[in-house]
Each structure stands twice: as C-alpha cells, then as structure tokens.
T-cell receptor, first 114, second 108 residues
Framework: GAGVSQSPSNKVTEKGKDVELRCDPISGHTALYWYRQSLGQGLEFLIY????????KSGLPSDRFSAERTGGSVSTLTIQRTQQEDSAVYLC????????????FGEGSRLTVL | KNEVEQSPQNLTAQEGEFITINCSYS?????LHWLQQHPGGGIVSLFMLSSGKKKHGRLIATINIQEKHSSLHITASHPRDSAVYICAVSVFHNDMRFGAGTRLTVKP
C-alpha cells in the first residue's frame, strides 16, 4: 500500500478481554516496529521485526503481550487479558532497512480498556 | 538518568524566530531520528542521521557522534511548526530509545 496501515483505528474493550491489533507495512519494507504511547506520555518501544523474526522481545511489557509477523508483511500485536493500564495508542512503523532506514508511521490504534 | 535526553521540554517562540532543540544520548547508536508529532497524534519522520548534517527546507539536523549530541534547528519558524518533536535513537541490536519530546508552540 501507499503507507503504513493500522487497524482498528479505535478499540474499546472490557478488562480481561483479548485484543488483536494489525499493522500492514509499506510493501517491500523488511523492518517493522511496534510502539506504545500512553496518554500524555512519550513513545515506548515494544518490539521489532526483521522479516518474520523478532530478534529482541524484551520491550514487551508483560507476557500478556505477543506479536507475530507472517510472510514478511502484516504483523499482529495481541494483548491477552487486557488491563486498564494497557490503554494507549499503539503505533506501528516500517522501514526499508533495519537500523538505518527512515521510519514511516501508521496512524495508530487507540485502545481503551474499561 | 534517561538514555535519551531532550531539551527544552517546552518551547514557545514568536513566528519568524530561529529555534533549536537539543538531544543527548548515552548509548551506542546506529542512527538517530527526529520525529514530529502533531496534535491528534500522527507521527512523521523528519530526519534519520548517522553522521554530519541534513537539511529539508527550513529544517536542519546535525549530529556529533563523538559528543553523542544532535540538534534540530528550525529557521523562520511558523505557527504550523507547532508540534512535539521527538528524538529517537536506534541502538545497535535494533532496539529504539526515545526522548520525552519537546513541545514547540509558535505564536503568530
């Protein structure tokens, strides 16, 4: 696609439910990043994919968070048993090259856990 | 101490003024990014630097690898430049670290 596409743009869920967020990067971009931005806070790095593999998962806040990327393209971020502190905007970015590539951001998925 | 420090946190300027935002970091990096986030949340990458200096229109970014410092300059500032400017560094094992951001308000 022309840009990084994220869905849903808004998600309201009840505490304890699972949610799945999707990121469709720019075609051909090998690197894909997930970030989180809580209300009024700065950006927090969650996970990075090079192709289908994630070299470093240590940024994920807890074991309720998981992410996968298949076919070197679309990625999903799954949050199990959501908690109110998970409420945030979840941003995805992609780049042509890892480490040194310009980042292109999606519009984000705003998650609200009631 | 944060690994990426930005200053100032908040900056108010009059239209036309020259603006400088600073970023210092304490980790080894492969690249440094300057990002712009407008109200409403959309983030745009302004620059990606690994050395030297880059210029896009009224924006200039510099980096000094030895001093672990980068600056973002805006010449002839305009109210539409009002946004949060974020410094981010790519760490060698592909992690990214972010500064807290600088909120810029340019008054007409």
């Amino acid at each position: 696609g022309a840009g990084v596409s994220q869905s849903p743009s808004n998600k309201v869920t009840e505490k304890g439910k699972d949610v799945e967020l999707r990121c469709d990067p720019i075609s051909g971009h090998t690197a894909l990043y997930w970030y989180r931005q809580s209300l009024g806070q700065g950006l927090e790095f969650l996970i990075y994919f090079q192709g289908n593999s994630a070299p470093d998962k240590s940024g994920l806040p807890s074991d309720r968070f998981s992410a996968e990327r298949t076919g070197g393209s679309v990625s999903t971020l799954t949050i199990q048993r959501t908690q109110q502190e998970d409420s945030a905007v979840y941003l995805c970015a992609s780049s042509l090259l890892p480490n040194t590539g310009e980042l292109f951001f999606g519009e984000g998925s705003r998650l609200t856990v009631l | 101490k944060n690994e990426v420090e930005q200053s100032p946190q908040n900056l108010t300027a009059q239209e036309g003024e020259f603006i400088t935002i600073n970023c210092s970091y304490s980790v080894g990096i492969s690249a440094l990014h300057w990002l712009q986030q407008h109200p409403g949340g959309g983030i745009v990458s302004l620059f990606m630097l690994s050395s030297g200096k880059k210029k896009h229109g009224r924006l200039i970014a510099t980096i000094n690898i030895q001093e672990k410092h980068s600056s973002l300059h805006i010449t002839a500032s305009h109210p539409r430049d009002s946004a949060v400017y974020i410094c981010a560094v790519s760490v060698f094992h592909n992690d990214m670290r972010f500064g807290a951001g600088t909120r810029l308000t340019v008054k007409p």
